[in-house]
């Protein structure tokens, strides 16, 4: 799932810099945690940028097949009859 | 006779309000609930048929003192007459209050509320499910905040009836229906304020099940920040309104895309840093290594350079001391005592020529000066006046010379040194005379 992706990115780039502001790591190491933390911040970006605004209507039909549909504001005939 | 009586009882007793604490409740398979009603002096045998007893939200107990309201009727097969119960309420606490003090006590004991069932909410969710009517404000808060933090979310709206008699069993199916879904990763089930009746939708069991069977986490934003509904007991996050859970579920993306960018612009100066770091180390190490071979030539070179200062050194040393031997020999040769010994024997018969010399001139002018002075004093001697005829008186025994005839008297003895030996004599007379 995207959103796990997300967040673990963003938590490993969180780490990535700590790791980096330590400053302890011998270079090559550094090197790679940084090309990791650029590709991850690249991801990351992506991800947000793809993600596009959606409201959907989620229903069930009579058959209990469930169904989505663009949801508009003015939506008070898919509420369900009782 | 007993259909009679039946007649005219249900014919008089058709709507009767009766007040009393219940006792010998039982509820057999059927549905029904029997009971007794009582109280200090009386009681009548009472009986809820199902469609009554479904209707109740709170449950009968022992000793709980009701007002019923009902029919009066005869049971012919055992010729009793009981009350047949339309509507029961608790004496004192409202009925809705009741039921949800039972279902929230029962539901506690069966660890529906427990604190370890609640799972964390996601920090970045994709597509967030609400679960609300699709027409009250709820709904439009909620699109409203989630829009505004986080304007790219995917939003998934199952919408049901949040109040009324279908109104727990939509909800409980549309929070599994987002369950089902697959993609949901944080479902918001709530609704705008009202009346505790227009709220108690979220204190049906099937609600309050339903979102704790929920895999994906529940927000529970139900009402006003003040109502609270055994659905936010039973919730992973409670929020007080929908605008608030809205809030709760997504960060902002604003801010999120800005910590991003933070956090890459930091990787790469920690990067740049660790690489001017290192670069320095190098330069440094460069450096030591130059160094090194620098201070080897110089090592050499001084090397060099002390050994030639040191063999002129010693050069000098050989001649400046071959010098001062020569020297010293000269210096001693010159100090030779045979030389002053020489010398000398040389001057000595010199010296003792001139000394000799020295002293007859000497000698001759110390006699010259004796005799000088032997004249000298010759001239000046009494000696030499008496010798010319004169004598010299004196007094005696005193011994002085006399000037003046006045200086004796008569008779007084005088001594007369002569040029050739001494007179003495005796005074006569005086003649005083002055001197002419």
Known sequence: ?82 | MTGLLRTSIEEQFSDVWLEGELSNIRTPGSGHVYCTLKDKTSQIRAVLFRSSALKLRFALQEGMQVIARGRLTVYELRGEYQIVIDTVEPKGVGALQLAFEQLKERLAAEGVFDQQRKKPLPAFPKTVGVVTSPTGAAIRDILAVLKRRWPTLHILIAPVQVQGESAGRQIAEALEALNDWGSVDVIIVGRGGGSLEDLWSFNEEVVVRAIAASHVPVVSAVGHEVDVTLADFAADFRAPTPSAAAEAVVPVLAEIVERLRELTLRTGQMMFRHCAFERQRLDAGIRGVTDVRFRLQDAAQRTDDMVDRLRSLLQHALTSGRERVHEAQRDLSGLNPILAIKQGLATVPQFSKRLEGQMKTILAQYCHRVHAILAQLNTLSPLAVLGRGYSILQTVPAGQVLHRASDVEVGQELEAQLASGILYCRVTQIVDDSPV
């Open chain 1, 1 to 82: 799932m995207a959103t796990v992706k997300f967040e673990q990115a963003m938590a490993r780039l969180e780490a990535i810099v700590g790791e980096l502001e330590k400053s302890d790591l011998p270079l090559d190491e550094s090197l790679r945690i940084f090309e990791e933390g650029i590709r991850l911040s690249k991801n990351c970006l992506k991800i947000l940028e793809e993600a596009e605004h959606k409201v959907e209507v989620l229903v069930q039909d009579k058959n209990g097949k469930k169904r989505i549909h663009a949801f508009s504001s003015g939506d008070e005939s898919d509420e369900p009859s009782s």
